[in-house]
């Protein structure tokens, strides 16, 4: 993976505790909220007991602004600032967020700017030392459009570290391992022929996000060939993940990136809440090793999306770093 560094991990990391959103419209209906921090707790704890910390570094609004659009950016400062408790959406446009399950708080604006920061440190330092390094944060990302949030997501983390590697020169893959599409990301780079997208997930004629993850959705422009999705169905196991994995690795081949961000969402544990495919503990190992044994890259940056259940979260990032590690 990283040649002579590639038992070297260091992590950054902010679950934003004081940014608990309590409640989503789903079908009509007010559910609790999931995206919580109690959700990466024990990540946390295991990253810290077994790998070197990087302290968090705090960038510039500018970074935000290469891939959200200033309307969008505006909004969600002034909508945190006037928030009393707990503001959600309204839908067909009228907000910047695009469904009823994003809500706006207080905390949100730096919540999201304090999750952007977390994922640049990670990527600074994996550019600047040559290891790997994993960033534990939330609220997640991949969500977030140019001009939209929505998912969960508000700032688009990945997308803003991919952004700051593209402009040191770099060819950029984002492989998007949650279970949900990442449209966001997809939105920020359907254009952009230097940063390939690859994803893996749910088949969107049935699950979120429906409007966006179909395989007819390739790029657009002189980027045509940079965007591939791979959809699969509703309780697909390793079998039909390792399938679709090898088809994304070959994709990672011919595109030769020089650096590497994984969107890593633990939603597809068979015992997620959300998720619903049928991945085991012990299958990440072979995702991880799998991706390890076949690239060759420079730079690899994880960046934690979704994930719902606390303890498979822990079994899924143990096993996924133990085999993209070759322990």
């Not at 609220?139 to 700051?164: D, L, T």
């Not at 939105?187 to 997930?201: A, Q, T």
């Not at 007819?216 to 994995?245: F, K, M, R, V």
């Amino acid at each position: 993976m990283l040649d002579g560094k590639k038992n070297r991990l260091f992590f950054c990391a902010d679950l934003n505790e004081y940014f608990v959103p309590r409640k989503e419209i789903d079908n009509g209906k007010f559910i609790r909220n999931p995206e919580n921090p109690s959700r990466l707790k024990l990540v946390l704890n295991y990253l810290q007991e077994n790998f070197q910390v990087i302290q968090p570094l705090e960038f510039g609004e500018e970074h935000i602004l290469k891939v959200h659009s200033e309307k969008y950016f505006n909004y969600l400062v002034k909508k945190s600032q006037e928030v009393e408790d707990e503001y959600l959406p309204e839908v067909f446009f009228v907000d910047q967020i695009f469904d009823t399950g994003t809500p706006i708080k207080k905390e949100t604006f730096f919540a999201a700017k304090r999750a952007v920061d977390i994922v640049l440190s990670a990527t600074k330092y994996a550019f600047e030392q040559k290891v790997i390094t994993y960033a534990l944060t939330r609220p997640p990302g991949h969500h977030a459009m140019v001009n939209y949030g929505g998912g969960y997501c508000y700032f688009n983390n990945a997308a803003v570290a991919a952004r700051y590697l593209e402009e040191k020169g770099m060819r950029v893959a984002v492989l998007d391992l949650d279970f949900h599409h990442g449209n966001g990301t997809q939105d920020i780079f359907y254009k952009d022929p230097n940063v390939l997208y690859v994803s893996i997930h749910g088949d969107p004629r049935k699950f979120y996000p429906w409007f966006s993850g179909y395989e007819t959705e390739c790029g657009e422009g002189n980027a045509y060939g940079t965007n591939l999705n791979i959809p699969l169905p509703e309780n697909s196991d390793i079998n039909a993940y390792g399938e679709a994995l090898k088809k994304a690795i070959q994709k990672l081949k011919d595109f030769k990136p020089d650096a590497l961000m994984i969107s890593f969402g633990t939603d597809t544990h068979i015992k997620d809440p959300v998720g619903r495919f049928a991945l085991l503990s012990e299958d990440y190992k072979t995702i991880g090793s799998s991706i390890s044994n076949s690239l060759v890259i420079d730079y690899l940056i994880i960046v934690h999306e979704g994930g719902y259940n606390s303890r498979s979260n822990l079994v899924a990032v143990k096993n996924f770093l133990a085999g993209l590690l070759g322990e």
